[in-house]
């Protein structure tokens, strides 16, 4: 059985979420928007799931949006806050390190006249507050930068960043919470942010589900149109056993954060002692300001993506970086934008644990890991790492 570190690009439904989920994929199967009793039952779970997961929000149940997942969510604030603020400015302030949902989108964005600024970030991949306030002009409206990034799991300062904007009237502030959402506690009210996205498939929830917190009074244009459902914000029949299984996934996950939180970073501490120790392994990311369950190194004279199919090999499934941007010839613009010439950002390995991590999984990964590393660095593993390299001999 292979074991799996890789959580950053998804986890494992958790089974008490999939039994909270069954009865809405069965028996309670009416449409949330019909008037009849099956529908009102419907309505009424699905009234129940915006309550449950704004309650752990700390937010209001009407300002919680459900979608179809981290990237529709990235999709419906930016380009939803850009047509909405088009009338008052144009620029829009970003990271240079944000995940391609947002990168992509904002240059979307840039082919309808709006001007995307990228903030260049420091060797840990920490963003500036004052570099993000020197940015915002009288024509900027919206303002994106993630809580924690998904390669090298670095957390921004975003109640700073949130202050910097707050004095400034018309800014939207976006923050993409999906790779934090699993281990840093969220206050929306607290955090200050206007508009905050979510996946549950990252806190062993359902694939195909999200959300979108609007605070109050925020101005979104939908991007979506057909029925008034999601408070016009988000048209089509609701997907309610997804939306529940969010709901349940997301209590779980917080309720029992603290404990995981420490339990996962001593594993993660563990496995970063034995990695680093491998001759020409550097730590990528911030070394304390990270997310607990994410290690992300480069090791000189590695190619990552070699690494990970020979770990692959021996049993153990990691990343190179971003799932979504796997088979992609081009280095991460993570590490790029984090100062990393090419040639060392191709060795990079990304290893996530999860909730569900063992200890017994960690005393092999230590015993594993540096040795197909080592492996890799002295040449010896690359034929056996490399299928095509059979067929070519
Ligand atoms: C930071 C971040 N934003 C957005 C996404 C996209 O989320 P989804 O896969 O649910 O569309 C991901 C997924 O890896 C992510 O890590």
Redesign the pocket.
């Known amino acids: 059985m292979t074991i799996y570190l890789d959580h950053?690009?998804?986890t494992p439904v958790r089974p008490e979420v999939v039994d909270a989920m069954l009865p809405y994929l069965t028996e309670v199967f009416g449409n949330p928007s019909s008037a009849h009793a099956y529908g009102r039952r419907a309505r009424a779970a699905l009234d129940e799931a915006h309550e449950r997961l704004a309650t752990r929000l700390n937010v209001g149940p009407r300002e919680v949006v459900f979608t179809?997942?981290?990237?529709?969510?990235?999709n419906l604030a930016l380009k939803g806050a850009a047509w909405a603020g088009k009338a008052h400015g144009h620029r829009i302030v970003t990271s240079s390190i944000?995940?391609?949902?947002?990168g992509h989108t904002l240059r979307y964005l840039e082919k309808f006249g709006f001007e995307v600024v990228e903030l260049p970030v420091d060797r840990y991949g920490r963003l500036d507050p004052d570099v993000v306030e020197a940015a915002l002009t009288d024509r900027t409206i919206l303002v994106s930068v993630?809580l924690?990034?998904?390669e090298v799991g670095t957390i921004q300062p975003i109640g700073e960043i949130a202050e910097r904007i707050r004095s400034r009237r018309g800014v939207v502030l976006h923050v993409?919470?999906?790779?934090a959402a699993p281990w840093v506690d969220l206050d929306l009210e607290a955090l200050g942010a206007d508009l905050v996205?979510l996946?549950?498939?990252?806190f062993e929830g359902p694939?195909?589900v999200?959300a979108l917190y609007v605070r109050h009074g925020t101005h979104l244009l939908a991007q979506q149109h057909g029925g008034s459902q999601e408070r016009h914000r988000r048209a089509g029949t609701e997907s309610l056993a997804l939306a529940v299984g969010m709901a349940a996934a997301y209590e779980l996950s917080c309720a029992e954060r603290p404990g995981t939180v420490a339990r996962v970073r001593g594993l993660r501490d563990r496995l970063r002692d034995a990695v680093l120790a491998v001759d020409g392994a550097e730590l990528t990311g911030h070394p304390r300001e990270r997310l607990p369950g994410l290690l992300s190194v480069v090791v000189t004279g590695t190619d990552g993506s070699a690494v990970a199919l020979g770990l692959d090999l021996e049993g153990i499934a990691t990343s190179v970086g971003?799932?979504?941007a796997t088979g992609s010839a081009d280095v991460s613009h993570v590490l790029s934008a984090m100062g990393y010439p090419d040639d060392e950002a191709r060795g990079a390995l990304r290893i996530s644990l999860g909730r569900t991590t063992t200890s017994d999984e960690i005393d092999t990964a230590v015993a594993v890991i540096p040795t197909v590393l080592r492996a890799h660095r002295s040449g010896e593993a690359v034929l056996a790492a490399d299928p095509l390299a059979e067929l070519q001999v």
Do not use: F
């Open positions: 950053a690009a998804t179809s997942g981290g990237t529709e969510s990235n944000e995940h391609h949902a947002v993630m924690a990034n998904n993409d919470a999906v790779q996205s996946a549950a498939h990252k694939k195909g999200g971003s799932a979504c």
